[in-house]
Nanobody, 123 residues
Framework: QVQLVESGGGLVQAGGSLRLSCAAS????????MGWFRQASGKERLFVAA????????YYQDSVKGRFTISRDNAKNTVYLQMNSLKPEDTAVYYC????????????????WGQGTQVTVSS
């Protein structure tokens, strides 16, 4: 069982930056691939980024490539999403998720989810 708690969301102007954090409980964090997803108001939840268990491999949605960076610190049981050059269309609730094994982009592959953190980008 893994419990996930996101933080770092907020209101930022277009072009600005935010860093989201997701802290995981438990002693086996390195057993889990981690992902970030987002859900804009009235829309479906979509994949943003994922990272393998030890950080060797990362994956991104095309619209965030070059602007967002996913990373993890297994000693701190934490995964991060650095978001730069933010755009109004990045506005959403951001969720982190965990799954045992390899990183995946499909949300149904993830077993554990955080409660989400709101990111709002003003124009």
């Amino acid at each position: 069982q893994v419990q996930l708690v996101e933080s770092g969301g907020g209101l930022v102007q277009a072009g600005g930056s935010l860093r989201l954090s997701c802290a995981a409980s438990g002693r086996t964090f390195s057993s889990y691939a981690m992902g970030w997803f987002r859900q804009a108001s009235g829309k479906e939840r979509l994949f943003v980024a994922a990272i393998s268990r030890y950080g060797a491999s990362t994956y991104y949605q095309d619209s965030v490539k070059g602007r967002f960076t996913i990373s993890r610190d297994n000693a701190k049981n934490t995964v991060y999403l650095q978001m730069n050059s933010l755009k109004p269309e990045d506005t959403a609730v951001y969720y982190c998720a965990a799954r045992r094994g390899v990183a995946e982009q499909a949300q149904y592959e993830y077993n554990y989810w955080g409660q989400g953190t709101q990111v709002t980008v003003s124009s």
